[in-house]
C-alpha cells in the first residue's frame, strides 16, 4: 500500500518544490505537476503527484492526526 501525504507549496525554484508538512519543509521534485506557491499537494516518493483543494488537505491532514493518537493509545 502507498500513502501520499498533503503538503503545502511554499516556493517554487525550477522543478523543485519546497513543501510544508504542518512545520516540517522538505524540498520535492515538482515536474509531474503545475504547482504554484500556496497550492496544495499530495506528495509520494519525494514527488507532487496530484494537486488538490484547500478543504481536502486539511481533512486528511485532520484524519492523519486522529490515527496517530490512536497508534499512540490517546487523542489526537
Do not use: N, Q, W, Y
Not at 46 to 53: A, E, F, P, Q, V
Amino acid at each position: 500500500m502507498c500513502l501520499g501525504i498533503p503538503a503545502r507549496v511554499v516556493e517554487i525554484r525550477g522543478t523543485v518544490a519546497l513543501v510544508d508538512f504542518g512545520g516540517v519543509r522538505r524540498e520535492v521534485d515538482a515536474t509531474l505537476a503545475d504547482v504554484s506557491p500556496g497550492d496544495f499537494v499530495i506528495v509520494h516518493a519525494g514527488m507532487i503527484i496530484s494537486k488538490i483543494d484547500e478543504r481536502e488537505a486539511m481533512e486528511t491532514i485532520k484524519l492523519l492526526r486522529e490515527i496517530a493518537g490512536a497508534l499512540r493509545g490517546g487523542g489526537a
